[in-house]
């Protein structure tokens, strides 16, 4: 099992040989990582719903675009406020950092608590999560590349271009995987 801390607060970015529909072409923020398992939430499928529709307060608290994301699989029925925390964060009851530079939001707490100590916030709903071992099995079937990860991967103004920015970024050959055709075989 590899340290928690060494996949906490990284990218799981899909290669192109995951083809689950589910999973294929995502990046994923990994939130927590440990023995029993894995959490993350996928930060580049915005859906067509308005912030504002589920939680009216925070809509003109969120980074633009103001859409609730699927942030996976798992829990749909649940939001989940994550932001770029700055250094005050630690002085909020309202912001749990997760990592050294990401944590989660309450978002039960008025926004002008919270907006104070972060970078930007961004609502998903559900989750994507591993049972013990089983992203393990997925990193050793290399169906992910771990990349870290920045401020601007959690708020992007382009979601849909998240997959290829974060891998062109990386150089070498992870920049050119990021041109390679939607479809794998036509490569």
Do not use: C, K
């Not at 999973?23 to 859906?47: E, K, Y």
């Amino acid at each position: 099992m590899t340290d928690d801390t060494a996949l906490r607060g990284r990218l799981l970015v899909a290669t192109p040989s995951l083809r689950d529909p589910t999973f294929h072409r995502t990046v994923i923020l990994l939130l927590d990582h440990g023995p029993d398992g894995a959490v993350g939430v996928v930060l580049n499928r915005p859906s067509a719903v308005d912030v504002g529709a589920v939680l009216p307060e925070w809509h003109a608290h969120v980074s633009d675009p103001p859409r609730l994301f699927h942030g996976g699989p798992v829990g749909l029925d649940g939001a989940m406020g994550v932001a770029p925390i700055q250094r005050s964060a630690d002085q909020s009851p309202d912001v749990d950092r997760l990592t050294g530079r990401f944590g989660l939001v309450d978002l039960d707490a008025p926004p002008e608590s919270v907006t104070q100590h972060v970078g930007g916030v961004r609502v998903f709903a559900g989750h994507a999560g591993w049972g013990e071992g089983q992203l393990e099995d997925e990193l050793a079937e290399r169906s992910w590349f771990v990349v870290d990860a920045v401020a601007d991967d959690v708020l992007t103004p382009d979601p849909t271009q998240l997959w290829r920015r974060v891998l062109r970024r990386q150089g070498g050959d992870l920049a050119i995987v990021s041109t390679y055709a939607e479809d794998a075989s036509l490569n």
